[in-house]
């Protein structure tokens, strides 16, 4: 006789079997609470479904059909059916104890590696701005009597790509020890060797706001540029691991390469290719040095142009913000008098706009060849009252020598970077196109005047055979 009762565990109902065959018999104990005899099971094992473990609930069966049935030794229960036993209780509490403790050391893990991760960004922050104003400003071949000009720092190249220098010699390489490539692929170098190489820190090319620059003759016959930071310079020690962070990770036809460093005996140093062919301040104020026509100061305003674009698509690539600000009590104003953005000034935040800003008063010293520290933006906002007042401020050595339209729409150019409200200026690269297609149309009338040249000289010579034809036939 099978006997079946209703078994209630969390809300499941299941069917008992007191004639299974496939159990193991456990004990059971039986106790009578009013007219119900209640049914505690200790322990069960069933071969059929495997199943083994403690069950605690309480069994609810009439009294009759317990004396009417013959065996309460076992209970089973379909195989899709299951029971919470203590085992499971017990597993479950394990497994959810596991994944909370899981659970809270990845949670630990992840707070300690996001919190060593914004220290070691911020760390690299502090040691990466990009100090753009300062770089371009203390450039080598500086004027010794304009040299907080950031003309200064602008370098006159021989050709149009930059000499080949081998800064690995097995001299150098075998002669010091403390000579290493790090790990950006720049060189460090000995103060002794450069020492020797600058004789003695004699060789002095100019001197900016960064310190002395020195002409070094390495023993393979190399020439390089030393740039050694002063003692009593603005810039410090962020400045000097800044630029040697960034700069050996920068490399454009336009800007002059980082060679090597030093750091040694208390001094910083950094070592750049040597442009043998000076600097444009030098060009623009020495009488001694060549004049510079209107299509090679168009060419360096355009190349200028290209190497500030390289590095403004650069703070994106370096991981850095379009806007540095900078602690006024630590850091300080970074860049050249005369240069430097207003906006800059007032609110101690330098962006990639104050950069144009610098970058049009270039582009007005080169129109004009008025340095800033001679009242250049005086002239050249005398000059803004008249539409043809730039007429009155371009350079005497370029009257007659340049098309007058051309050096207009460059003014113009230069006085849309040099707007009051940084939102107004042009970005770099709308700059670059501006000047390029001044760069065209002068090329395009070089062209057209090649070109009538040429035709003259054929109607030349076909004049001069249609006369030596007339005088032969007259023969």
């Not at 620059?213 to 009593?232: D, I």
């Not at 962020?238 to 490399?251: A, C, D, M």
Request: charged content about 25%.
């Amino acid at each position: 006789m099978l006997l079946r009762s209703s078994l209630k565990n969390q809300g499941q109902t299941y069917q008992t079997c007191v004639f299974c065959t496939d159990s193991d018999r456990q004990f059971y104990k039986l106790w009578r609470e009013g007219t119900h005899l209640i049914v505690l099971v200790k322990r069960y094992s069933c071969r059929k479904y495997g199943a083994v473990g403690y069950f605690h609930d309480l069994l609810h069966h009439e009294p009759a059909e317990l004396l009417n049935s013959r065996c309460f030794h076992c209970l089973s229960f379909k195989r899709d059916q299951r029971m919470v036993h203590k085992g499971d209780l017990v597993v479950i509490g394990i497994s959810v104890g596991l994944a909370l403790g899981i659970l809270i050391a990845s949670l630990i893990f992840f707070g300690i590696w996001w919190y060593k991760k914004r220290s070691n960004l911020r760390q690299c922050s502090n040691e990466r701005i990009l100090p753009t104003l300062p770089i371009r400003m203390n450039g080598l071949g500086t004027s010794n009597d304009f040299s907080a000009s950031l003309a200064s720092s602008i370098t006159i190249r021989g050709s149009e790509h930059p000499q080949k220098s081998s800064p690995v010699s097995s001299w150098w390489n075998h002669h010091s020890k403390d000579q290493f490539a790090s790990a950006s692929g720049i060189l460090r170098y000995s103060y002794k060797d450069i020492q020797k190489a600058t004789q003695k820190f004699t060789t002095v090319l100019g001197q900016g706001s960064f310190g002395p620059v020195y002409k070094a003759v390495m023993p393979t016959g190399e020439v390089l540029a030393v740039k050694v930071l002063a003692s009593n310079s603005k810039q410090g020690e962020k400045e000097f691991q800044t630029e040697i962070s960034l700069l050996g990770r920068l490399h454009h036809r336009n800007l002059v390469n980082l060679l090597g460093y030093c750091i040694d005996k208390g001094s910083h140093m950094l070592i750049y290719q040597f442009m043998s062919n000076g600097s444009l301040a030098n060009h623009l104020y020495n009488d001694e040095e060549r004049f510079l026509s209107w299509e090679e100061r168009l060419q360096i305003a355009l190349d200028i142009s290209h190497g500030i674009e390289y590095l403004h698509e650069g703070v994106a690539d370096f991981g850095l913000s379009n806007e540095e600000v900078f602690d006024e009590h630590t850091s300080g104003l970074k860049g050249t008098y005369g240069y430097i953005d207003p906006v800059y000034v007032s609110t101690n935040k330098f962006t990639v706009k104050s950069d144009i800003y610098s970058f049009g008063v270039i582009i007005f010293e080169l129109i004009t060849a008025i340095h800033p520290h001679q009242n250049l933006m005086e002239y050249v906002n005398l000059a803004g009252m008249s539409p043809d007042g730039v007429d009155e401020i371009l350079d005497k050595k370029l009257v007659g020598e340049c098309n007058i339209e051309e050096v207009r729409d460059l003014a113009a150019i230069a006085h849309k970077c040099l707007q009051k409200f940084q939102r107004k200026r042009p970005s770099i690269g709308e700059v670059s196109q501006a000047i390029l297609k001044i760069k065209q149309r002068l090329l395009d009338r070089e062209m057209s005047k090649e070109f009538s040249r040429v035709l003259s000289r054929i109607e030349d010579q076909q004049m001069e055979l249609s006369r030596m034809a007339s005088i032969k036939d007259g023969d």
